[in-house]
């Protein structure tokens, strides 16, 4: 399984970023898939989620300005991030994991991902 995640780089704040996640070589039969974020010292955090069922969940902090979307099951991942804030910089990471987890329970970190993607760093920036 690999995950790779592109799209990251400097904007400004109030700006916009689009982040894209491919997933190849998943072997299961369901696929729960999220976008998680961390800075250096502090843990990493659940921004949105997709579960297999479709849901689509976001943490507190993103609702409003962040948005995931995936045309159908397994193909990419998206996160169009807008009004973006200095305190949204961080490395932003692509999971999948096969656990029919729902996207709640994703986005409200009860679960983490069996697999990841090396990060995409975002800076939020005058």
């Known amino acids: 399984v690999q995950l790779v995640e592109s799209g990251g780089g400097l904007v400004q704040p109030g700006g916009s970023l689009r982040l894209s996640c491919v997933a190849t070589?998943?072997?299961?039969?369901?696929?729960?898939m999220a976008w998680f974020r961390q800075v250096p010292g502090k843990r990493r955090e659940a921004v949105a989620a997709v579960d297999d069922y479709g849901g689509i969940s976001y943490a507190d902090f993103v609702k409003g300005r962040f948005a995931v979307s995936q045309d159908n099951r397994r193909r990419p991942l998206y996160l169009q991030m807008d009004s973006l804030k200095p305190e949204d910089s961080a490395t932003y990471y692509c999971g999948a994991d096969p656990s029919r987890y729902m996207s709640y329970a994703i986005a409200g970190n009860k679960h983490g991902m069996d697999y990841w993607g090396k990060g995409v760093l975002v800076t939020v920036s005058p």
């Open positions: 070589g998943w072997p299961y039969n369901s696929i729960s």
